[in-house]
């Protein structure tokens, strides 16, 4: 079992370390970019560096902020960016502009896009095959998302619910083997992911254990929703034992053991490395006004820092080794121009193309 990473909920409740709180003069830049180009917000692929040029002083947390998620606990918080200072569009704008600086964009679904809006669209049950549950506002099974991080981006909190859930399933799985040694089988064991709309090698599902790799290599993964549609997609039977595995398993990421809670404020933004943390979220009930309606924006990005990973990520992912690009949605159409962007972010930021 990796020694790194065994952090629990206290640790991040006793440390400010992992939290980074924007000064004036940082937000200040960023609402000024933000409106100045308001009208590309449409066609995000149209705002580059050229368009958002933050300074460096001000492009500095964001890049520490991605780098923090590589080590550590690693998850990171920023706090302070604007929200209510800025319309729905402009705000847009923003995020996208300072993800310039972090990392390259992933496609999240089969339509390929690459800045999607986390908000209740009214569909009612999320965990039937190639269902998404961010557009919904059910309680999420803990999982991972495909990047090397998921960011969260605040525009507008829930009415009541709604927590964000973070879990390190490093000290999960230490704290079953130490009960019970013959777990170890059952985190290495393969299990059939679903790939949730989209194939690899004629495939819609692969194969992987929840744990795998060891040391800077180490990784985790889980989402039973998509074990139990890629076992469909198999023509697997899940053995029974294996099954409830996987629920003692999410049952304890959800104690107050091993959950960190999170209650994201308009202006937060959440990063989590998804190879070292599991996340999930509780249902929440809204606003009655439209625009107060919970609302955030998520990016995946894949960074210059990131781990080498197990073979086992390579169906998924597409590339293992460290500072790569790799994950999101792949083998879907995309627009010509997303090519060009990821070429222009690779270079920027040091990245193998
Ligand atoms: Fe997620």
């Known amino acids: 079992m990796p020694e790194f990473l065994n952090w629990v ?26 409106r100045r180009n308001a009208h590309l917000s449409e066609d995000i692929l149209s705002i580059g560096r050229e368009q958002f040029t933050l300074s460096p002083d001000a492009a500095d947390p964001f ?28 705000f847009k704008v923003a995020v996208w502009g300072v993800g310039l600086y972090m990392g390259v964009a992933r496609p999240q679904n089969v339509a390929g896009d690459i800045l999607t809006d986390v908000r209740d669209s009214g569909s009612a049950n999320y965990r039937v095959l190639n269902g998404r549950g961010y ?45 019970k040694p013959e777990y170890e089988g059952f985190l290495r064991y393969e299990y059939p992911f679903s790939l949730g709309g989209y194939q690899v090698d004629g495939r819609d599902f692969y194969l992987s254990p929840l744990l795998d790799g060891n040391g800077d290599r180490a990784a985790f993964r889980i989402n039973i929703k998509n074990i139990k549609n890629g076992a469909v997609q198999a023509g697997i039977e899940l053995p029974a034992d294996y099954l409830n595995f996987l629920y003692e398993f999410q ?33 929440f009930e809204d606003h009655e006004s439209p625009d107060e309606k919970r609302h955030l924006l998520r990016l995946w990005l894949c960074l210059k820092e990131s781990q080498p990973l197990p073979e086992s990520w390579l169906p998924s992912f597409g590339r293992i080794e460290a500072g790569t690009v790799r994950g999101g949605f792949r083998n879907i159409e995309l627009d010509s121009r997303f090519e060009s962007y990821v070429r222009s972010q690779c270079q920027e930021l040091g990245i193998a193309v």
């Open 251 to 283: 049952e304890l990421a959800g104690s107050p053991r091993f959950c960190y809670r999170m209650h994201l404020e308009e202006g937060d933004i959440q990063i989590l490395n998804n190879f070292r943390t599991i996340h999930s979220r509780t249902a």
């Open 135 to 179: 557009n919904t506002k059910s309680e999420l099974d803990f999982h991972i998302d495909s990047g090397d991080v998921v960011l969260l981006f605040c525009r507008r909190e829930a009415k009541s619910g709604g927590q964000s859930l973070v879990a390190n399933p490093f000290s999960i799985a230490r704290y079953l083997c130490e009960r």
């Open 63 to 90: 890049r520490q902020a991605v780098g923090s998620t590589q080590r550590d606990f690693g998850a990171c918080l920023i706090k302070g960016f604007p929200a209510r200072a800025l319309s729905e569009a402009e």
């Open 9 to 34: 909920p206290s640790d991040l409740d006793s440390s400010d370390d992992w939290i980074i709180r924007l000064s004036e003069t940082v937000v200040d830049e960023i609402i000024d970019l933000a």
